[in-house]
């Protein structure tokens, strides 16, 4: 897609996640949208069928920059260069701040993957569950390399530990929405790391 295009595209996104967020996903149209830009419908319908289309170029932006953050490539690499135990850590703790900013930039995200948007569909919601389902397999493909280095215990099941990881990163994104806790606290994401690591860690 040209430049032009995506500027376009990027604007409709961005419109209408901050008319979601201030109107509700339920009592915003496309039209309004049209209006609010100042452009024809048409220019909407170039980009997206319907508004649900809008939701989920935003899960998937989510997921892409996640994929890049917990790059497999990057973290082999990182691997050979057979790195210290505190190496490793860093880059783990790095990674998991860095997922956690991308998630609470994105409060819409947040609040499909916990069902509290009033009038989204079994489609939208089984497109949430695939999207999580992606980041846990991110994970998970991370934790299988570490492991398969000989990094972390033979037995642990990287699904299973992802998923931990993964619920673990969500609890606090649900604290940060709704108790206002700084959830980027560098003690916060220091203590993550290391019941994590604890627990995968060979002795």
Not at 25 to 30: A, D, V
Not at 168 to 190: A, Q
């Amino acid at each position: 897609m040209p430049p032009k295009g995506e500027r376009r595209k990027q604007q409709i996104i961005d419109t209408a996640k901050k008319m979601f967020m201030e109107k509700g996903f339920q009592s915003t149209h496309i039209g309004q949208v049209c209006e609010k830009l100042n452009i024809a419908r048409g220019t909407v319908y170039q980009y997206f069928s319907n508004k649900k289309e809008i939701l989920y170029a935003l899960l998937d932006s989510v997921v892409e920059k996640i994929e890049d953050i917990l790059d497999v490539d990057e973290i082999v690499d990182i691997l050979n260069e057979n790195p210290s135990g505190n190496y490793i850590e860093k880059q783990i703790n790095q990674r998991i701040s860095s997922s956690l900013t991308i998630l609470l930039n994105e409060p819409i995200v947040i609040r499909l993957i916990f069902n509290s948007i009033a009038g989204v569909d079994r489609e939208v919601n089984k497109r949430v569950e695939s999207a999580v389902m992606k980041i846990r397999n991110i994970m998970a493909k991370e934790i299988e390399e570490i492991k398969r280095r000989g990094i972390f215990k033979d037995e642990i099941d990287p699904k299973i530990t992802a998923s931990m990881l993964f619920g673990g990163i969500m609890m606090l994104v649900f604290e940060h929405e709704t108790k206002k806790i700084n959830v980027l606290n560098e003690s916060i994401v220091n203590s993550i790391v290391d019941h994590y690591l604890n627990g995968t860690l060979k002795k």
